[in-house]
């Protein structure tokens, strides 16, 4: 049998340093790493939000302000981000996504999202996406903070969904249905509750959609739900789907000739909710054209040539970029973007700090 020696204190570093971690909500450090502090050694600062704490401080946040900024100012060069890096293996149902960001400008900062996502989870009552959105300062490395990505995701997504139909949806009022029952159907029926339509919503399943609505009622949220899809698609002005269908069972008929319709829910090359008869007389507008081309079911099932994609950041840079005489279709197309990430942790962390919320961590090298 062989023989184990118990070492007690820090664990050892590559390099031999010794490597020490405090985890006390509300403390910045133990007695240890302070007095590692004094013997010179690296001392970081840093937050961690759940996904409770995301929810209770983005109340108190100008959301759809906040994506508005950093879409123009990526339009403008001024912010940026890598297409997502991918893992999608074909024996699991899921993707692991590395998404890097960067702003140079207003609080040059970096962020990076590691995220699962498991289109399976919302019929199990969970997140599609599980993870967390990592925020540096540009300035030296140093981690600010992180959060909970599934929370992150829901806020930020539903916001821009909201901004891209104050700004693009041709009819100010009338119906605006939901389709979905998931954790972003209720994100986006409490960011889209207040743009002044009716809201009515459906699902497969419909006693979850039954559930969600009187989840939402209690939020003094009211939404309608339809149980015939097809009927609830012919009398909507705007449509908003946030599934994770491999294939489009909206058909391109029912839609009004002047709707408008966002598609939130293919954000990888294996959902498609969108049929390509409404993209091809469509007028379309996306959060970011190399992101949507890469990762969209929809593109990757039209091929080259693409249809015509305008970002909506520009449009919010120049508003003469949408063609106010169009009076056709238009489809808002997300696969969710980096800096959006960025933006909103931003916000987070600066208004935890003020309020003292979230878990306090101290790191020594």
């Known amino acids: 049998m062989g023989r184990y020696r118990r070492v007690h204190g820090p664990a050892r570093g590559r390099h031999g340093g010794a490597r020490a971690f405090s985890a006390r909500p509300g403390i910045p450090g133990s007695r240890r790493s302070s007095a590692r502090a004094r013997r010179g050694d690296a001392v970081t600062e840093t937050i961690y939000l759940n996904r409770d704490e995301v929810f209770r401080l983005a109340a108190d946040i100008d959301v759809e302000d906040a994506i508005r900024?950093?879409?123009?100012?990526?339009?403008?060069?001024?912010?940026?981000?890598?297409?997502?890096?991918?893992?999608?293996?074909r024996q699991l149902d899921g993707v692991l996504g590395i998404m890097p960001a960067f702003r140079a400008e207003d609080d040059p900062v970096f962020s990076a999202k590691v995220v699962c996502v498991i289109p399976s989870n919302p019929e199990r009552g969970l997140p599609a996406h599980q993870g967390m959105v990592l925020l540096f300062d540009a300035s030296d490395g140093h981690l600010r903070g992180f959060a909970d990505a599934g929370a992150v995701t829901e806020i930020r997504t539903a916001?821009?969904?909201?901004?891209?139909?104050?700004?693009?949806?041709?009819?100010?009022?009338?119906?605006?249905?939901?389709?979905?029952?998931?954790?972003?159907?209720?994100?986006?029926?409490?960011?889209?509750?207040?743009?002044?339509?009716?809201?009515?919503?459906?699902?497969?399943?419909?006693?979850?959609?039954?559930a969600l609505a009187q989840q939402l009622a209690a939020e003094g949220i009211v939404v309608e739900v339809v149980d015939d899809l097809e009927s609830g698609v012919r009398q909507a002005a705007v449509v908003t789907t946030t599934t994770g269908t491999a294939e489009p069972f909206i058909h391109a008929d029912w839609l009004r000739p002047d709707a408008h319709w966002n598609a939130i829910g293919s954000s990888t090359p294996r959902v498609n909710e969108v049929p390509a008869e409404v993209l091809h007389g469509a007028r379309i507008f996306v959060d970011d054209v190399e992101a949507v081309s890469t990762l969209s079911g929809e593109m990757q099932r039209l091929g080259p040539p693409l249809p015509h994609m305008t970002p909506l950041g520009e449009v919010l840079a120049d508003p003469g970029r949408f063609d106010e005489s169009w009076n056709g279709r238009?489809?808002?197309?997300?696969?969710?973007?980096?800096?959006?990430?960025?933006?909103?942790?931003?916000?987070?962390?600066?208004?935890?700090?003020?309020?003292?919320?979230?878990?306090?961590?101290?790191?020594?090298?």
């Open 159 to 210: 916001a821009q969904t909201a901004l891209a139909t104050r700004t693009l949806a041709r009819i100010g009022s009338g119906r605006l249905l939901i389709v979905g029952a998931g954790h972003q159907a209720a994100a986006h029926a409490r960011a889209l509750s207040g743009l002044g339509w009716r809201l009515s919503l459906w699902a497969r399943r419909v006693a979850r959609a039954e």
């Open 330 to 365: 238009t489809v808002f197309k997300s696969v969710g973007v980096p800096v959006q990430d960025l933006a909103l942790v931003t916000k987070l962390v600066e208004a935890a700090n003020r309020r003292q919320v979230g878990q306090r961590l101290t790191l020594t090298a």
């Open 69 to 89: 900024r950093i879409l123009i100012q990526s339009a403008k060069g001024i912010a940026g981000q890598h297409v997502r890096t991918e893992l999608s293996p």
